[in-house]
């Protein structure tokens, strides 16, 4: 079964307090990236891959990192989170793009409280 | 710079009505793909499809439907013969796409549909 899991699904932290949000696929789909979604601001890209140890920023990657070590999995990283990036955040793992079964999945979520 | 707007904020009808939710891009790309999402009251995202700049034939999928016009920027999405189940936000979003691969993707705001019984 296709599915992009992410841990944790939720999070309370206080404000610069190191956290890591994993990210695995299991479909070995090379494109995969990070989205924050707030209220009235539909979903926002931080940060995508496009394959091992290539990735870029979004449009919203300040304050974040990712690395991409290994295919399947896609952390974003946040060293010192502020409570400005409270927000709900998708992982989505993506086939290629031109290819004619293209598919895409979304995690679950993982809704982040920072204080 | 690329942006999609889905100037619905909420929509409701009323169960067995068409609807239709508007997408509107802009990008000075010739080469891009836009796709349609759907994040139900339970929270998670669906990717319902995907359509490149290159093709512009209409698409239907069972009760929906997407009519893709590059002569407008539009990319809307019909539902026919709504139900219940389709009560959803649904997501319009833009990648620009060239042959090294992805860029970014842009989203609209969504659209908050609501089917009443």
């Known amino acids: 079964e296709a599915q992009v899991t992410q841990n944790p699904r939720y999070l309370i932290t206080v404000t610069g307090k190191k956290l890591t949000v994993t990210c695995s696929q299991n479909?070995?789909?090379?494109?995969m990236s990070w989205y924050r979604q707030d209220p009235g601001l539909g979903l926002r890209q931080i940060y995508y891959?496009?394959?091992?140890?290539?990735?870029d920023k979004g449009d919203v990657p300040e304050g974040y990192k990712v690395s991409r070590k290994e295919k399947r999995n896609f952390p974003l990283i946040l060293e010192s989170p502020s409570p400005n990036q409270t927000s709900l955040y998708f992982c989505?793992?993506?086939?290629?793009?031109?290819?004619?079964?293209?598919?895409?999945?979304f995690g679950p979520g993982t809704r982040l409280t920072v204080t | 710079a690329q942006k999609v707007t889905q100037a619905q904020t909420e929509i409701s009808v009323v169960e067995k009505e068409d609807v239709t939710l508007d997408c509107v891009y802009e990008?000075?790309?010739?080469?891009?793909?836009l796709f349609w999402y759907k994040q139900p009251p339970s929270g998670e995202l669906v990717f319902l499809i995907r359509?490149?700049?290159?093709?512009?034939q209409n698409e239907i999928s069972g009760r929906y439907s997407w009519n893709f016009q590059k002569s407008t920027s539009s990319f809307n999405f019909t539902i026919t013969a709504s139900q219940v189940v389709d009560s959803a936000v649904y997501f319009c979003?833009?990648?620009?796409?060239?042959?090294?691969?992805?860029?970014?993707?842009?989203f609209g705001t969504g659209t908050k549909l609501q089917v009443i019984p």
């Open positions: 979003a833009l990648l620009q796409g060239d042959s090294g691969g992805y860029q970014k993707v842009t």
């Open positions: 990008t000075r790309d010739t080469t891009y793909y």
């Open positions: 989505a793992s993506t086939s290629l793009i031109h290819s004619d079964k293209h598919e895409q999945y």
């Open positions: 891959s496009m394959n091992v140890e290539v990735t």
């Open positions: 479909m070995n789909h090379e494109y």
């Open positions: 359509r490149n700049s290159f093709d512009e």
